[in-house]
C-alpha cells in the first residue's frame, strides 16, 4: 500500500484564508497545562479568525486507555470550558464533542478496513504507548487509534489541521487513507494538509526541564496548569529549578531551566527572549521569577476564572456543545453518506 501523495514540505503555504481546519485535543486530564495552552489553545485562537474551523474534543481517542466514567464526563466538560475561556468562540468556530457525532466511529471502521497492519505498525506514537504496556497489553483501540484520527480529519473535507510536530505522522495517514480511497472509489475525500506553526512554543517541566511539560509528568509541581490558583502558579514558578551559575542567558543547552523560564515569559508577554535578556542582564533568577509569576498570574487568572464561571452552569455548556455537534453532524453526515455508497452499502428503504 503505497499510493501516497508526496507530504506538501513544511513550508508549504498555508492553506487560503476562509479554508477549513480541524483540530482538537485529548480530554484525559482535569486541566490543560501550559504547553497545551501556549502550544496548541494560543495558536487555535488566532486561526479561527482566518479560517472556518472546527474543534472538538476527542472522548473517544480517551478511552483507548480506561477512564473513571464520572472523571470522563468531568474532563471533557472542563476541556470545553477551557478551549473557551482561552478564547475559541462557539460562535464563529464549530466546538463539539466527538461521541456527539456517531460518524467517527462510523467512518473509523471504514478506514480501519483499508488499513494495512503493518502500516498501522509504523505509527510512532503507538509503537510508544505499546512499549510502556507491554505489547500483548496494549488495548487494539491503540492500535486504530489514527485510523480514528483519520476519520475525525476527513469526515470535515478540511484543507488544513493544525497540530503538533507529534501528530504529523497521523496527518499523513490521512492523507494516504484518503488518497488509497479517493483512487478506488473517486473523488471523496479533500486531501488534507498539516498546519505544524513555525517555531512554535515548546514548553518544558519546570522540575525536569530536560522533558516536555506534559500531563504524564513525574510531579504536579513541574506542570503549570491553566485551572491552578495563583497561589499555585506563584508557587510552582518560585520553586522551578535553575541551573548553576548566577547569569540569566538564553541557553537551552547549558541553562535548560532558565532558558524555559525565558520562553514561558516571552510567550506570555509577547516579547523575544533576546528582549528579556537584555532586560534582566546583572539581575538574579529570583528577579525573574517573581516577574514571571507575577505575568503568569494576569495572564492565566482570568483565563481560569472564566473557565471556572462556565463550569458553575453545565447546562448551559452542555446546550453549546449540542449547538455544535449539530452543525459538525450537518458536514459529516454528508460525507459518511458518499462513502457508504460508494462502498456499496445497501441503503435502509424509509420503513
Ligand atoms: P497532549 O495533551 O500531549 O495530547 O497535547 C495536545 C497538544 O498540546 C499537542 O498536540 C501540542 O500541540 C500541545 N502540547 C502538549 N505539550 C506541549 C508542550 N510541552 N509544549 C508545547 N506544546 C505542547
Ligand atoms: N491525537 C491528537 C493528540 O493526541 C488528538 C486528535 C484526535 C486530533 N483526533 C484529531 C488532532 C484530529 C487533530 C485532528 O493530540
Known amino acids: 500500500m503505497t499510493d501516497s501523495t508526496p507530504m506538501p514540505a513544511d513550508d508549504a503555504a498555508p492553506p487560503e484564508p476562509g479554508a477549513r481546519v480541524l483540530s482538537g485535543m485529548q480530554p484525559s486530564a482535569d486541566s490543560l497545562h501550559l504547553g497545551n495552552y501556549l502550544g496548541a489553545l494560543v495558536n ?4 479561527q479568525q482566518q479560517y472556518d474551523a472546527f474543534f472538538f474534543i476527542p472522548d473517544l481517542h480517551a478511552i483507548t486507555v480506561p477512564q473513571p466514567p464520572e472523571e470522563l464526563r468531568q474532563r471533557v466538560r472542563r476541556t470545553a470550558a477551557q478551549y473557551i475561556a482561552a478564547g475559541i468562540d462557539p460562535e464563529r468556530s464549530t466546538l463539539f464533542v466527538q461521541s456527539h457525532v456517531p460518524e467517527h466511529a462510523q467512518l473509523a471502521w471504514v478506514l480501519i478496513c483499508s488499513t494495512g497492519m503493518g502500516e498501522a505498525a509504523r505509527m510512532t506514537q503507538f509503537k510508544d504507548k505499546a512499549a510502556k504496556q507491554g505489547a500483548d ?6 492500535f486504530t487509534y489514527p485510523m480514528l484520527q483519520a476519520a475525525d480529519i476527513l469526515l470535515y473535507q478540511p ?28 473523488e471523496t475525500f479533500r486531501i488534507p494538509q498539516p498546519m505544524i506553526p513555525e517555531g512554535a512554543a515548546r514548553i518544558y517541566d519546570l522540575q525536569n526541564p530536560g522533558a516536555k511539560m506534559s500531563k504524564s509528568a513525574e510531579s504536579p509541581s513541574g506542570l503549570l496548569n491553566l485551572l491552578d490558583s495563583d497561589k499555585q502558579l506563584a508557587k510552582k514558578i518560585k520553586s522551578a529549578v535553575t541551573d548553576d551559575g548566577t547569569e540569566i542567558r538564553f541557553d537551552r543547552e547549558n541553562k535548560p531551566g532558565v532558558s524555559n523560564l525565558l520562553a514561558i515569559y516571552a510567550e506570555l508577554a509577547g516579547r523575544s527572549t533576546d528582549q528579556l535578556q537584555a532586560d534582566y542582564q546583572g539581575r538574579m533568577y529570583g528577579h525573574l521569577k517573581v516577574d514571571l509569576a507575577e505575568l503568569a498570574v494576569a495572564r492565566l487568572g482570568p483565563v481560569r476564572d472564566r473557565a471556572l ?39 435502509a428503504a424509509a420503513a
Open 309 to 347: 464561571q462556565l463550569l458553575e452552569d453545565p447546562a448551559e455548556l452542555d446546550a453549546l456543545l449540542a449547538k455544535g455537534a449539530a452543525k459538525a453532524r450537518t458536514v459529516a453526515s454528508e460525507t459518511l453518506k458518499d462513502v457508504y455508497s460508494k462502498l456499496g452499502f445497501l441503503p
Open 159 to 186: 484543507h488544513g489541521v493544525p497540530v503538533g510536530e507529534d501528530q504529523k505522522q497521523h496527518v499523513e495517514l490521512s492523507r494516504d487513507l484518503a488518497q488509497r480511497f479517493n483512487h478506488r472509489y473517486g
Open 44 to 47: 487555535w485562537v488566532r486561526i
Open 137 to 142: 497489553h496494549a488495548g487494539v483501540g491503540l
